[in-house]
């Protein structure tokens, strides 16, 4: 049976207009709390990839395919009854392909970066996300920032910057590296603006079970292709894996995309710059690695422009 055929069936519980007002209100009131609880679940993917026994590329394929199990069990048991009265269109689907493939393009352009340029810059440069879902949702949607907005993304990227501090490495030799950096925040800045278009019609994960096949079809190849070790030694390696696939992906990027159907998409990105100051705060904690007084800075910089941010939006609503 196809999901096509199986979204139609499914009851909808009808309520009076002051409940769905109600309703929406409430959902509207949790979207914040969970992007956050989401960008916490992210935080920890560099973590899980540093402690994985086989390479990036081969951990990005399981991030997604450990996953889609249980993504595709909460389809048929999806409990938001949002979906569209008049079933998925072929627009839908289409879009869904698109987040897949952007997705996965993303986890191979970072994962390469990191083998060709420095972990900073690498993840600085990823980081710079909120500016092109900035720029993407002015040009393709001709959404409106003010000025408040717009010093807010400056400071939380010049927080994030600060963050990583002399990790920083500029040097001609790393300059592919910094480049596919940069792409992924290019690729992940079109997966979040597909995202949250889908959000609009189609519940979460639906939207995730579907891309997350896609991105799982295309990581497998690349995996095989440049990685020797595909396989997992131990069992302890396999829970890592399943702890990015459950963690990192199942929970995380499910919470992003459930918050991007209330959200908008600029300010979700830029919140999701809390991502590597939680990673710096669990690489000090559970790696022992270092964190200066300057890295504290950074992070409370990145702190303020994401309440800058919530201010400003709670002023326009």
């Known amino acids: 049976m196809s999901i096509h055929s199986r979204i139609i069936p499914l009851p909808v519980t009808r309520r009076s207009?002051?409940?769905?007002?109600?309703?929406?209100?409430?959902?509207?009131?949790?979207?914040?709390?969970?992007?956050?609880?989401?960008?916490?679940?992210?935080?920890?993917?560099?973590i899980f990839v540093r402690l994985s026994e086989i390479g990036p590329l081969a951990t990005a394929f399981y991030r997604v395919y450990l996953a889609l199990p249980v993504l595709w069990l909460f389809v048929a048991h999806d409990t938001e009854r949002n979906f569209p009265s008049d079933g998925t269109r072929p627009r839908d689907w289409l879009y869904m392909f698109l987040a897949g493939v952007l997705f996965a393009l993303d986890l191979i352009a970072w994962?390469?970066?990191?083998?060709?340029?420095?972990?900073?810059?690498?993840?600085?440069?990823?980081?710079?996300?909120?500016?092109?879902?900035?720029?993407?949702?002015?040009?393709?949607?001709?959404?409106?920032?003010?000025?408040?907005?717009?010093?807010?993304?400056?400071?939380?990227?010049?927080?994030?910057?600060?963050?990583?501090?002399d990790s920083l490495q500029l040097d001609h030799a790393h300059l592919a590296g910094d480049?596919?950096?940069?792409?992924?925040?290019?690729?992940?800045?079109?997966?979040?603006?597909?995202?949250?278009?889908?959000?609009?019609?189609?519940?979460?994960?639906?939207?995730?079970?579907?891309?997350?096949?896609?991105?799982?079809?295309?990581?497998?190849?690349?995996?095989?292709?440049?990685?020797?070790?595909?396989?997992?030694y131990t069992a302890y390696g396999w829970a890592i894996l399943a702890g990015l696939a459950l963690i990192s992906h199942t929970g995380g990027q499910g919470m992003i995309t459930f918050s991007l159907a209330h959200l908008p998409?600029?300010?979700?990105?830029?919140?999701?710059?809390?991502?590597?100051?939680?990673?710096?705060?669990?690489?000090?904690?559970?790696?022992?690695?270092?964190?200066?007084?300057?890295?504290?800075?950074?992070?409370?910089?990145v702190l303020w422009a994401i309440v800058l941010a919530r201010l400003e939006r709670v002023r326009r609503d």
């Open 179 to 232: 480049a596919l950096g940069l792409l992924t925040a290019v690729f992940y800045g079109g997966y979040i603006l597909t995202v949250s278009r889908l959000r609009r019609r189609l519940p979460t994960f639906l939207v995730m079970a579907v891309s997350g096949l896609v991105s799982a079809l295309m990581l497998l190849p690349v995996a095989v292709y440049v990685e020797t070790d595909i396989l997992a």
């Open 17 to 46: 207009g002051y409940d769905r007002a109600m309703h929406d209100r409430a959902t509207h009131t949790y979207a914040l709390p969970r992007l956050l609880i989401g960008a916490v679940c992210i935080a920890f993917s560099p």
């Open 265 to 301: 998409a600029a300010f979700s990105s830029l919140t999701l710059l809390l991502q590597p100051v939680i990673a710096a705060f669990l690489a000090w904690w559970l790696l022992d690695e270092s964190l200066r007084t300057w890295q504290s800075v950074g992070a409370l910089m």
């Open 111 to 165: 994962h390469t970066s990191i083998m060709l340029t420095s972990v900073a810059n690498a993840t600085l440069l990823a980081n710079f996300a909120p500016v092109f879902v900035t720029i993407g949702s002015w040009l393709l949607f001709k959404e409106r920032f003010s000025v408040k907005f717009l010093v807010a993304l400056a400071l939380g990227i010049a927080g994030a910057a600060t963050l990583m501090g």
